[in-house]
């Protein structure tokens, strides 16, 4: 079993920049592509940005390519997504998810486990 625990939302004005860390527990972090995705009311999750176990492979949605990184560091069971240039309509409750796989992928069904989300919040 994997338990993930996202941190560092809140709230931020638009253009402003964020960090949010993924920690794991459980099983061996470093066997797992992760990934981000995000959620508002009535939609579907979005896929956000993913990376695979030996973080050689990345790969971004289109509506945040270019403004986010993701990164992990396997000592500390992490995975992060820096956020840059935020906008209102980033605003969003944001999981991440673990892949026992290993590659990167952005189909949110090849994920394994989730976590309970943090929410980010961009004001205009």
């Known amino acids: 079993q994997v338990q993930l625990v996202e941190s560092g939302g809140g709230l931020v004005q638009a253009g402003d920049s964020l960090r949010l860390s993924c920690t794991a527990s459980g099983r061996a972090f470093g066997l797992f592509a992760m990934g981000w995705f995000r959620q508002t009311p009535g939609q579907e999750r979005e896929f956000v940005a993913t990376?695979?176990?030996?973080?050689?492979?990345?790969s971004y949605g289109n509506s945040v390519k270019g403004r986010t990184t993701i990164s992990r560091d396997n000592a500390k069971n992490t995975v992060y997504l820096q956020m840059t240039s935020l906008r209102p309509e980033d605003t969003a409750v944001y999981y991440c998810?673990?892949?026992?796989?290993?590659?990167?992928?952005?189909?949110?069904?090849?994920?394994?486990?989730w976590g309970q989300g943090t929410q980010v919040t961009v004001s205009s």
């Open positions: 998810a673990a892949d026992l796989r290993g590659g990167a992928t952005a189909s949110s069904h090849e994920y394994d486990y």
């Open positions: 990376i695979n176990r030996g973080a050689s492979v990345t």
